[in-house]
């Protein structure tokens, strides 16, 4: 969409996009561009009701086509309308959110992250600004990381404190939405806090997603999403306690085992969690970590590092039949590594 523009006596605001139909907006079939005039209003399809005179062409009523324009996917209309709005009104937290979002959506995250924060600004109360500038902080790390990663990790360590804030905010609201919102923001925060070894905070995000997601699990049982959710949450919890423990024999390692165990509790097709709990159990139970390699092997036979553990561990068996097992399972490994 091309930019708003004035007319040379500046009775209009033209917005060059003829194929869509905005409130407050009259089309003219001869120029093919949408007109916003501001002595009147014509009333179409769309529109708020009949003719509006100078008085009303205000911030809000521009801005509602703005709006409608983010609803339909049309961006960079949406975009160019709420520049339009900001002239009228620089004070508008809401006009800044949605210009942001529209700008997100395009791609333009340093843009966007900009405007989430003029809207933070003017409304620190906005929680969903900050959750969604916290959403676009971590695209955008992924954007640097491919050529400043010290940049990546700072922007990726922003999103943390965004999220935190948000957290805080989300905790004194009453929204229907609100545990839901808590949930997600706890568990987006814990996936940044193990990417930049913060295992500590992790854990207490972890430990916070499953309280609240156990609430949403009562209310629907059978709900297999929430379910798979909390496992991986448990097996998160699972690999920071792991590496946080300084030796076999420290309490976090304990935990480590107990967090993958009810992981599996919830996603006991999952080979990984298997796998990471036999690597715990190979300082302790080397019969019951072979177990869970076996099984590994079962669910998930392509990944050739289950193969190797499992082989690696009963090529030092007594027993000869487990020992030539062992070899074949070394064998395999090396066979799906050529493969791949």
Request: hydrophobic share 35%; charged share 30%; with cysteine.
């Amino acid at each position: 969409m091309q930019a708003i523009s004035k007319t040379a006596g500046n009775n209009f605001i033209a917005i060059k996009k003829p194929l869509k139909k905005y409130s407050l907006a009259s089309f003219s079939s001869n120029t093919g561009i949408k007109v916003f005039q501001k002595d009147s209003f014509v009333k179409s399809n769309l529109s708020f009701g009949s003719q509006l005179n100078k008085d009303n062409l205000t911030a809000q009523t521009i801005a509602r086509t703005g709006y409608e324009a983010f609803k339909t996917k049309d961006y960079q209309g949406c975009i160019d309308i709420l520049d339009k709005a900001l002239e009228y009104d620089t004070q508008d937290a809401k006009i800044y959110h949605t210009k942001a979002s529209a700008q997100r959506e395009l791609g333009l995250f340093k843009e966007a992250i900009e405007n989430y924060t003029k809207a933070t600004e003017i409304n620190p109360n906005a929680a969903n600004s900050y959750n969604l500038r916290a959403y676009t902080k971590l695209k955008y790390a992924q954007e640097l990381a491919k050529k400043d990663k010290p940049a990546s990790r700072i922007m990726k360590a922003s999103a943390a404190e965004d999220y935190a804030k948000f957290i805080a905010l989300m905790q004194k609201s009453s929204s229907a939405q609100r545990v839901v919102k808590l949930a997600n923001a706890h568990f987006s925060r814990a996936k940044i806090l193990i990417d930049l070894k913060n295992f500590k905070e992790a854990i207490c995000d972890l430990t916070s997603f499953i309280e609240l997601s156990t609430q949403q699990l009562k209310l629907d049982p059978e709900n297999s999403k929430i379910k798979n959710k909390i496992g991986e949450a448990h097996h998160k919890k699972g690999f920071c306690y792991r590496l946080c423990a300084k030796s076999p024999y420290a309490k976090e390692f304990d935990n480590a085992i107990e967090e993958f165990t009810c992981a599996l509790e919830f996603i006991p097709k999952s080979a990984n969690t298997y796998y990471r709990r036999a690597q715990l159990y190979t300082k302790r139970n080397v019969k019951a970590a072979i177990e869970d390699l076996e099984t590994a092997v079962k669910l998930a036979p392509e990944r050739p590092h289950y193969w190797e553990m499992l082989g690696s561990l009963l090529i030092i068996s007594e027993n000869e039949e487990d020992k030539q097992y062992g070899y074949d399972c070394i064998a395999k490994a090396v066979q799906l590594k050529t493969k791949q």
